[in-house]
């Protein structure tokens, strides 16, 4: 089983460039998560989806959309690319809606220029 | 406002010497709370977890309501414990809130 697997694992954009990250989960997963990671800011959520047709924003959602494709898929889209949101992405899934353990992707670095 | 504050983002101690990382938390429920950890180049792992009440790598951590804290705590810490560590509060929403997390650095 490879968990959650995050692609791509690098990535320079230029300010105003969209792109998405993926992130797949093969545990049979019911809820996804997206956080960002950035020195003394430690991780904070962007959305989550709670369980297969649903997502809900975080605590910093402005900038980003995502979809939950499937029960296996969560994908991350920045539509218009700024410099605050160069940062590494984390994606994350556990098997409960309200409790339990996150697993975790390897993480994506995003570098906007 | 549902909140999780790591009050340190770097603690070094020597080899062998007791560490304590503090955790905070500001929620209205019944918390449920967890610690985290990132070891250089290594996905995110959960460390422990309060409902289990267990001891990982020589690590506890006590709920305390009282005082609103979960701080994580080893008797004598090793190098191999260098990592970065984030306290985290689930809600009944299905939503994790990270702390800011601390760097622990371990001295030979």
């Known amino acids: 089983n490879a968990g959650v697997t995050q692609t791509p694992k690098f990535q320079v954009l230029k300010t105003g460039q969209s792109m998405t990250l993926q992130c797949a989960q093969d545990m049979n997963h019911n809820s996804m998560y997206w956080y960002r990671q950035d020195p003394g800011m430690g991780l904070r959520l962007i959305y989550y989806s709670a369980s297969e047709g649903t997502t809900d924003k975080g605590e910093v959602p402005n900038g980003y959309n995502v979809s939950r494709l499937n029960k296996r898929e969560f994908s991350l889209r920045l539509e218009s690319a700024a410099p605050s949101q160069t940062s590494v992405y984390f994606c994350a899934s556990r098997r409960d809606r309200n409790t339990g353990e996150l697993f975790f992707g390897e993480g994506s670095r995003l570098t906007v220029l | 406002a549902q909140r999780v504050t790591q009050p340190e983002k770097l603690l070094s101690v020597f080899k062998g010497a007791p560490v304590e990382l503090k955790c905070n938390y500001s929620?209205?429920?019944?918390?449920?709370l967890f610690w985290y950890v990132q070891y250089s180049r290594q996905r995110l792992q959960l460390l422990l977890r309060?409902?289990s009440r267990e001891s990982i790598k020589g690590f506890t951590a006590d709920l305390n309501k009282g005082e609103t804290s979960f701080h994580l705590k080893k008797p004598f810490a090793q190098e191999e414990d260098s990592a970065m560590y984030y306290c985290a509060l689930n809600n009944q929403g299905g939503k994790l809130i990270f702390g800011q997390g601390t760097e622990l650095s371990v001295k030979p």
């Open positions: 309060h409902i």
């Open positions: 929620y209205s429920g019944s918390p449920e």
